[in-house]
Nanobody, 123 residues
Framework: QVQLVESGGGLVQAGGSLRLSCAAS????????MGWFRQAPGKEREFVAA????????YNRDSVKGRFTISRDNAKNTVSLQMNSLKPGDTAIYYC????????????????WGQGTQVTVSS
């Protein structure tokens, strides 16, 4: 069973930056995808960004393109989300997830979720 642990959340002023990290442990397959999602109070959980297990591809939600960058580390056991130019609308709990494919993860059809880390952006 895969376990996911997020870190790096916090409070930041608008225009600032945060870097989230998700550490994955357990057995996965090389074609799995890792993704970041977020959920604000009263809203549905939404897809933010995803990357292939081997770092061979990345995909970002349109609203964060040019601001957020997803990446995989050399050990291929961690996925990070560098968030720049943060806006109050980015405030949410951010979750790491793992799914069987890029398509599945983008559609929130994931197999494992992390516990989430709070990101708060003040105006």
């Amino acid at each position: 069973q895969v376990q996911l642990v997020e870190s790096g959340g916090g409070l930041v002023q608008a225009g600032g930056s945060l870097r989230l990290s998700c550490a994955a442990s357990g057995r996965t397959f090389s074609n799995y995808a890792m993704g970041w999602f977020r959920q604000a109070p009263g809203k549905e959980r939404e897809f933010v960004a995803a990357a292939g297990w081997n770092g061979d591809w990345t995909y970002n939600r349109d609203s964060v393109k040019g601001r957020f960058t997803i990446s995989r580390d050399n050990a291929k056991n961690t996925v990070s989300l560098q968030m720049n130019s943060l806006k109050p609308g980015d405030t949410a709990i951010y979750y790491c997830a793992v799914g069987p494919s890029r398509t599945a993860v983008v559609d929130k059809r994931v197999d494992y979720w992390g516990q989430g880390t709070q990101v708060t952006v003040s105006s």
